[in-house]
């Protein structure tokens, strides 16, 4: 797949690359190159437990289509194809309830219209629900708690908007707004905290990382950076966040105490077009 799309597994984003697009595995041990499978999905979700690949692909346009892909890890076959009629922004996988999510666009240009989140049975392949959001600017890639079984969107309308849904229902249980800004313009990433129910964001057009509480949504801690953050996973295997940024990788506790809060800050990222 190409170097600038992401890896999910189970809700954490990873960074990965090929230089022929398709599917790339990659030895722990030395980070030699295992095997290609050739498939040119944009995003890419695993399933370790039953050696599931779950990949999307996207065409855009005014009547914006895409399909999922559920290939064999060990076979390197397609098992099902699952046509989206919507354009795929970003996947994530609950493995404990056997759910997949697809962020989406109804339509895709310039801009996305018509954002969405497809609930996809991981069983069956097949669209169990669809979502609908108080936003187009889906910039962000959706995430599950998957104790919880709650999903998580967010995206740039009149508002930074923040919403979070029952991943069996597809009800709502809350949306938190951030006012008008232009923090969310560039996009980021987001990366949940199961055992403390909190979440990591990070911004593509401004320096700023944000805490939020799963619960409510509401923002407890703000850090100010020098650089413009890449990325943000946690791993809840060393209890630690990783924050990347354009020259350097930072390690945070895993717990974060209410810090600095200014929702001012969000109001002057940068307007993209």
Same mark, same amino acid.
């Given at each position: 797949?190409?170097?600038?799309? +992401? @890896? ?17 595995? @990659? ?5 030699? *190159?295992?095997?290609?499978? +050739?498939? +040119? ?7 370790? $437990?039953?050696?599931?690949?779950? #990949?999307?692909?996207?065409? #855009? ?20 194809? /699952? ?13 404990? %309830? ?37 936003? $187009?600017?889906?910039?962000? +890639?959706?995430?599950?708690?998957? *104790? ?47 055992? /403390? $129910? ?5 911004? $593509? ?11 409510? #949504? ?12 890449? %990325? ?14 354009? /020259? ?15 929702? #001012? ?9």
């Amino acid at each position: 797949m190409d170097s600038d799309k +992401p @890896i999910n597994r189970g809700g954490s984003i990873r960074r990965a690359g090929s230089a022929e697009g398709g599917i790339i595995e @990659i030895s722990s041990a030395n980070d030699s *190159t295992l095997r290609e499978l +050739p498939f +040119p999905v944009e995003w890419l979700s695993v399933d370790s $437990d039953t050696g599931m690949l779950y #990949g999307t692909v996207g065409v #855009g346009g005014e009547n914006a289509s895409g399909y999922l892909l559920a290939i064999n890890e060990h076979t390197g076959k397609v098992i099902a194809n /699952t046509s989206l009629a919507a354009y795929p922004l970003s996947v994530t996988l609950d493995a404990k %309830d056997d759910m997949l999510y697809v962020g989406a666009c109804q339509q895709i240009a310039l801009a996305c219209g018509g954002a969405e989140v497809l609930m996809v049975n991981g069983t069956t392949n097949e669209i169990q629900g669809r979502v609908l959001l108080p936003f $187009d600017g889906l910039n962000f +890639p959706v995430v599950v708690d998957q *104790t919880t079984g709650t999903v998580y969107a967010m995206g740039l309308g009149s508002n930074l908007t923040f919403l979070a849904f029952n991943g069996r229902t597809g009800g709502v249980e809350f949306t938190s707004n951030y006012g008008g800004s232009c923090a969310g313009a560039g996009g980021g990433a987001i990366s949940v905290n199961e055992q /403390t $129910d909190q979440l990591y964001v990070s911004f $593509d057009s401004q320096p700023l990382f944000l805490v939020l509480n799963g619960a409510n #949504g509401q923002i407890t801690s703000m850090f100010s950076t020098q650089n413009d953050i890449q %990325d943000v996973v946690f791993s809840p295997v060393t209890n630690q966040i990783y924050v990347t940024m354009s /020259t350097s990788l930072v390690v945070l506790p895993g717990s974060l105490e209410t810090h600095y809060v200014n929702y #001012g800050l969000l109001s002057e990222g940068l307007c993209l077009p």
